[in-house]
């Protein structure tokens, strides 16, 4: 009991922490499109401003389809948020700004419940949103990213990326995202990486009116002349119209999923919970 006891109380930490970050991240109740455009003007206005950045979430699961066991299951958790470092002051009313996502794995249901891998993500971006005829259309981000796993010796894996992205919301309830990335790979144990992680994204998030619920499908295109995708679909379920807690599910197919085991394949379907950003989530 004594060494398990200090792993239950970090999980419950956690869980403390992402209900404390949810308190302060609910979503707007959106009315109508000039009143989510107006919300959006208004917080460019006000800065420096903290808050979610990516989905932020943990869920529990296993390899899909499959019989689960203590090899093929884990707890996967992503902690995610951004700092502006301006308003949109900036030339042709731009902002700049800081975020760090973290994802981490975790071999719960192995003895000592070891943590697979953790995968470290800070980056700085410039940003330009898109306004018109009072309506948000979307925005486009340029970026300087880095990420790694913090090992070393053989272990250890990094990679650097330039990265332009872009969304468009075709109406309030569907939008429609892209990303590419010139990589700068720092590191002699994953020189092949873009044949499992991918040389750019792409994909949609439909959700309804009121945001309850939502669905997004992502493809990320390895490299290669051959049509080799990653696939993730989520789906999520807000539990209550004044809160940001949502029930959520995971679908990972394809390579990449983290960086010590890039060169793994994996279909892992999980359930857990997800707290969103205030606006929309970030790909």
């Known amino acids: 009991m004594k060494g398990i006891f200090p792993k239950y109380a970090f999980l419950f930490l956690l869980l403390s922490s992402l209900l404390c970050i949810e308190t302060g991240a609910q979503l707007v109740p ?42 093929n299951s884990d707890v996967k958790f992503q902690i995610s948020f951004g700092i502006r470092l301006t ?36 980056a700085l971006g410039w940003s330009k949103p ?15 990213e880095h990420e790694s796993n913090g090992r070393d010796g053989p272990d250890s894996r990094s990679w650097n990326r330039v990265s332009l992205s872009g969304s468009v919301m075709i109406d309030e309830w569907i939008m429609v995202h892209a990303k590419a990335w010139i990589p700068i790979i720092d590191s002699g144990n994953n020189k092949d990486i873009l044949k499992y992680c ?27 002349l051959n049509l080799n995708f990653n696939t993730i679909s989520e789906f999520s379920w807000r539990v209550h119209k004044k809160s940001n807690l949502n029930l959520f599910a995971q679908y990972y197919n394809g390579y990449g999923e983290d960086l010590l085991h890039y060169k793994e394949f994996r279909s892992m379907l999980r359930i857990g919970l997800v707290f969103k950003p205030k606006f929309f989530s970030e790909f």
Request: net charge positive; charged share 15%; hydrophobic share 35%.
């Open 87 to 122: 308003n949109a002051v900036l030339p042709w009313n731009t902002f700049l700004f800081l975020t760090y996502t973290q994802k981490t794995f975790w071999n719960v249901f192995q003895e000592s419940m070891p943590m697979g891998d953790i995968n470290f993500n800070p």
């Open 198 to 224: 991918g040389i750019y994204q792409s994909g949609l998030v439909v959700s309804t009116p009121d945001k309850k619920f939502s669905f997004s499908l992502t493809w990320v295109k390895r490299a290669g």
């Open 30 to 71: 959106v009315k109508n499109q000039t009143q989510f455009t107006d919300s959006i003007r208004k917080e460019l206005d006000y800065g420096p401003y903290y808050g979610l950045y990516k989905d932020n979430y943990f869920v529990v699961g296993t390899k899909f389809p499959g019989i689960p066991s203590k090899n």
């Open 130 to 144: 898109f306004f018109s005829n009072n309506r948000y259309v979307g925005k486009m981000t340029l970026m300087v």
